[in-house]
């Protein structure tokens, strides 16, 4: 794949403002920003957007090592382990030994990480709402079935 811009392309688009304006990885990255800072402007206690996701990830899998979290989710765990160690100091997470090999940790939510969960949940619908505001019906069923066809 070239990642030279061809100039007819460009020219197939007479109405974009800037070349990156019609790249659709480009909006999506933009509304990702969006909805990452409502996300952590919306949220009380402190947590952060990739805090929640990670807090998320646990929350489905609880009693798992961080190792297998990560694994399963596609992590890196080197970057996610100071999200983790921010988790345990703001009371949401606890780590405890495994009881079937004691060199591996467990990780589980504590009611607190419960309750932020929840709330980020909540945030999260009412950014949907706020994102999707600007949508007929029929456009968000398009746009949902287009995002399923891509995988996501």
């Given at each position: 794949?070239?990642?030279?811009?061809?100039?007819?392309?460009?020219?197939?688009?007479?109405?974009?403002e800037?070349?990156?304006?019609?790249?659709?990885?480009?909006?999506?990255?933009?509304?990702?920003r969006?909805?990452?800072?409502?996300?952590?402007?919306?949220?009380?206690?402190?947590?952060?957007?990739?805090?929640?996701?990670?807090?998320?990830?646990?929350?489905?899998?609880?009693?798992?090592?961080?190792?297998?979290?990560?694994?399963?989710?596609?992590l890196?765990?080197?970057s996610?382990?100071?999200?983790?160690?921010?988790?345990?100091?703001?009371?949401?997470?606890?780590?405890?030994?495994?009881?079937?090999?004691?060199?591996t940790?467990?990780l589980?939510?504590?009611?607190?990480?419960?309750?932020?969960?929840?709330?980020?949940?909540?945030?999260?619908?009412?950014?949907?709402?706020?994102?999707?505001?600007c949508?007929?019906?029929?456009?968000?069923?398009?746009?949902?079935?287009?995002?399923?066809?891509?995988?996501?």
């Amino acid at each position: 794949m070239s990642h030279v811009r061809n100039s007819s392309v460009v020219a197939l688009h007479p109405h974009a403002e800037k070349p990156d304006d019609f790249e659709i990885g480009f909006r999506i990255e933009r509304l990702l920003r969006r909805i990452r800072r409502q996300f952590d402007d919306s949220v009380s206690g402190g947590l952060q957007y990739k805090e929640w996701l990670l807090l998320r990830a646990i929350s489905v899998a609880e009693g798992q090592s961080f190792a297998r979290i990560c694994a399963e989710n596609d992590l890196n765990r080197g970057s996610v382990t100071p999200l983790l160690k921010k988790l345990i100091q703001k009371s949401c997470v606890i780590r405890s030994e495994s009881n079937l090999d004691r060199r591996t940790d467990e990780l589980w939510l504590t009611q607190r990480g419960r309750d932020c969960l929840s709330d980020g949940s909540a945030i999260l619908s009412d950014i949907d709402a706020w994102v999707l505001d600007c949508l007929t019906a029929a456009e968000r069923m398009t746009l949902k079935s287009m995002l399923s066809n891509l995988g996501v």
